[in-house]
Nanobody
Framework: QVLLRESGGGLVQSGGSLRLSCLGS????????MGWYRQAPGKERELVAV???????TYGDFVKGRFTISRDIDDDTVSLQMNSLKPEDTAVYYC?????????????WGQGTQVTVSS
């Protein structure tokens, strides 16, 4: 079992910055990838950024250099620094962890944190 707890969401003006953090607990040694997804009202959940244990990163196309994901394996945390925020970045942001146990893949989600960007 992996538990994920997000923090750092809130309200920010367009052009501003926020930093999201996610603390993992439980069977963290089985985690190989952590990241962030988001879901806006009426839209599907989409990839924001993920990072592997070897610090290989993947970003959603809309990020365009504005966000940076980082991971501290020793502290079981993953963070997302978001700069140049736009109103269309408004969404619930979910922390994600992918684990592999006995050859099987599992996906874990946090409760989500609201990010609202005002114009």
């Amino acid at each position: 079992q992996v538990l994920l707890r997000e923090s750092g969401g809130g309200l920010v003006q367009s052009g501003g910055s926020l930093r999201l953090s996610c603390l993992g607990s439980g069977v963290m040694f089985s985690v190989h990838t952590m990241g962030w997804y988001r879901q806006a009202p009426g839209k599907e959940r989409e990839l924001v950024a993920v990072i592997t244990g070897r610090e290989s990163t993947t970003y959603g196309d809309f990020v365009k250099g504005r966000f940076t994901i980082s991971r501290d394996i020793d502290d079981d945390t993953v963070s997302l620094q978001m700069n140049s925020l736009k109103p269309e970045d408004t969404a619930v942001y979910y922390c994600n962890a992918e684990t592999r146990v006995a050859g099987r893949e599992y996906t874990h989600w946090g409760q989500g944190t609201q990010v609202t960007v005002s114009s």
